[in-house]
């Protein structure tokens, strides 16, 4: 059984930076990509870095040159570091892990930007 489980959400002020780390556990084959998504109460989820197996990485354009997605494929993890936060920032972040035929989605992790 395949668990996403994403860490690293908070509380932060405007401006300020957050860490947010997804671990991919369980009978595993052959991950490709490895993204990050957003969500806030009564919109859609909307898709915030994605990164390929080899390295590739995607931003949607509210992400660019404030976040930053890596991935270790010897782990199974992905970071995103997020910088320069708004408070429009503000949702539930989560972690997407794509393998042959399925995609798998963590629990969530909230980040909160407000003074």
């Known amino acids: 059984q395949v668990q996403v489980v994403e860490s690293g959400g908070g509380l932060v002020q405007p401006g300020g930076s957050l860490r947010l780390s997804c671990a991919a556990s369980g009978i595993i084959r052959n991950i490709y990509d490895m993204g990050w998504y957003r969500q806030t109460p009564g919109e859609q989820r909307e898709l915030v870095a994605v990164i390929s197996r080899g390295g590739l990485t995607r931003y949607s354009d509210f992400a660019k040159g404030r976040f930053t997605i890596s991935r270790d494929n010897a782990r199974n993890t992905v970071t995103l570091e997020t910088n320069s936060l708004k408070p429009e920032d503000t949702a539930v972040y989560y972690c997407?892990?794509?393998?042959?035929?399925?995609?798998?989605w963590g629990q969530g992790t909230q980040v909160t930007v407000s003074s």
């Open positions: 997407n892990v794509l393998t042959l035929g399925n995609g798998y």
